[in-house]
């Protein structure tokens, strides 16, 4: 099945600097690949997603970019403030209607 | 829509007692999963369900967890005995499907297994 691994465990920022969390998987066959934040005590929401067929997506601060040749892809939070401190998941779907296999996550704090 | 909604939001009972966990997915999702989360392991999906079938049941730990849906709108997921190493945040998500794989979580079970 598939195996995501996501580095690092933590990663500490002063605010206004960009964070990077960058997450492996081992099928190549996976095709959709989502990001979830999880502040402290609440649920996982999605923050940005990116499909095998795009190399890169944008949302204002954040944006994920995808090397499927590496099976790899990576979060990249710019400008970051206080409230982007939380837990930061990645996750993959394999090969046909399959369930997301998540990272371990990352917890990300920024302090002001 | 309200999103997915579960109860109860907080759950503390003693070992050996039946627990069972409620959810409501988002009207018109084909897909139900139930996820636990722990500091050690992470989000483990436990089971899912495609048009109230369950598909995969791999990632139940034991005979002690069960999980049914059955309707469109209803799930449970009951252990029976609780132990203590079940403490830990049960979460419920839905998904479209039909092409669309995001995942919404519901707002989470916490349950404290003494």
């Known amino acids: 099945g598939e195996n995501v691994e996501q580095h690092p465990s933590t990663l500490s920022v002063q605010e206004g600097d960009s964070a990077v969390i960058k997450c492996t998987y081992s099928?190549?066959?996976?095709?959709?690949f989502p990001w979830y934040k999880q502040e402290l005590g609440k649920r996982p929401q999605l923050i940005i997603d990116?499909?095998?067929?795009?190399g890169e997506k944008k949302d204002q601060r954040i944006a994920v970019t995808l090397n499927k040749t590496a099976k790899h892809f990576s979060l990249h939070i710019t400008e970051t403030q206080p409230e982007d401190s939380a837990v930061y998941f990645c996750?993959?779907?394999?090969?046909?209607?399959?369930?997301?296999?998540f990272g371990k996550g990352t917890m990300l704090l920024v302090s002001p | 829509d309200a999103g997915v909604i579960q109860s109860p939001r907080h759950e503390v009972t003693e070992m050996g007692q039946e627990v069972t966990l409620r959810c409501k997915p988002i009207?018109?999702?084909?897909?139900l999963f139930w996820y636990r989360q722990t500091m050690m392991r992470g989000l483990e999906l436990l089971i899912y369900?495609?048009?109230?079938?369950?598909?995969?049941d791999s990632g139940m730990p034991e005979d002690r967890f069960s999980a049914k849906m059955p309707n469109a709108s209803f799930s449970t997921l009951k252990i029976q005995p609780s132990e203590p190493r079940d403490s830990a945040v049960y979460f419920c998500?839905?998904?479209?499907?039909?092409?669309?794989?995001?995942?919404?979580f519901g707002p989470g079970t916490r349950l404290t297994v003494l």
């Open positions: 998500a839905s998904s479209p499907g039909q092409g669309t794989d995001t995942q919404y």
């Open positions: 099928d190549s066959a996976s095709n959709y």
């Open positions: 990116i499909r095998s067929n795009v």
């Open positions: 996750a993959a779907k394999g090969s046909g209607y399959s369930t997301l296999t």
């Open positions: 009207s018109g999702h084909d897909y």
């Open positions: 369900f495609n048009n109230n079938v369950p598909i995969d």
